[in-house]
């Protein structure tokens, strides 16, 4: 993720485009680096169409919208089905799309992002951690808190989606 994006203007009909407030990667290109580095430390070992799925969730529920759309870009590049992206906001509902251990890391990522008790919940980790091995797990959520983060600098910093292509922020 970025933080450097012109103001584009909206085609015709279509609502403004917001201005950005902020460039965090401008104003502190170490902090900016140092996520980074996060980012990459905390999905190593991790299936990379998992950890996309993780992103999206977390981006829905912080209403992040370039994280949106710069991680349901990166699903679909990556193979990931357009039904199944579609699906996240309603996964519950939706879960003959996913498997059981997708099922227990959506289900991780909203107790890890909402905290709506203050607390992930015991039966929601014990879930997860009946699917990933300890190491895993651990990579989890700390690629679960890392979007969280980003999401928290796209929104305060007002990103705006759709102007990212897969692969422009690989590291």
């Known amino acids: 993720m970025t933080t450097t994006h012109a103001h584009h203007p909206a085609?015709?009909?279509?609502?403004?485009?917001?201005?950005?407030?902020?460039?965090?990667s401008q104003l502190l290109p170490d902090v900016y680096k140092a996520m980074i580095?996060?980012?990459?430390?905390?999905?190593?070992?991790?299936?990379?169409v998992l950890v996309e799925l993780v992103k999206i969730r977390a981006s829905q529920l912080?209403?992040?919208?370039?994280?949106?759309?710069?991680?349901?870009?990166?699903?679909?590049?990556?193979?990931?089905?357009?039904?199944?992206?579609?699906?996240?906001?309603?996964?519950?509902?939706?879960?003959?799309?996913?498997?059981?251990?997708?099922?227990a890391a959506l289900a991780l990522t909203e107790a890890v992002t909402v905290l709506t008790d203050g607390f992930v919940p015991d039966e929601v980790y014990a879930e997860a951690s009946r699917h990933f091995e300890e190491t895993e797990l651990a990579q989890l959520i700390?690629?679960?808190?890392?979007?969280?983060?980003?999401?928290?600098?796209?929104?305060?910093?007002?990103?705006?989606p759709g102007h990212y292509t897969p692969g422009d922020f690989k590291s």
């Not at 580095?37 to 990379?48: E, M, S, T």
């Not at 700390?142 to 705006?160: E, P, Q």
């Open 11 to 24: 085609p015709a009909g279509l609502a403004p485009e917001e201005p950005q407030r902020i460039s965090v």
């Open 37 to 48: 580095r996060l980012d990459i430390a905390a999905r190593q070992g991790l299936d990379p």
């Open 62 to 103: 912080n209403q992040c919208a370039f994280c949106l759309d710069m991680h349901s870009k990166d699903a679909l590049a990556a193979g990931e089905s357009a039904e199944r992206i579609v699906q996240l906001s309603a996964w519950r509902e939706s879960r003959h799309f996913y498997t059981e251990k997708e099922l």
């Open 142 to 160: 700390a690629a679960i808190t890392v979007i969280n983060a980003w999401n928290r600098f796209g929104v305060t910093g007002r990103l705006a």
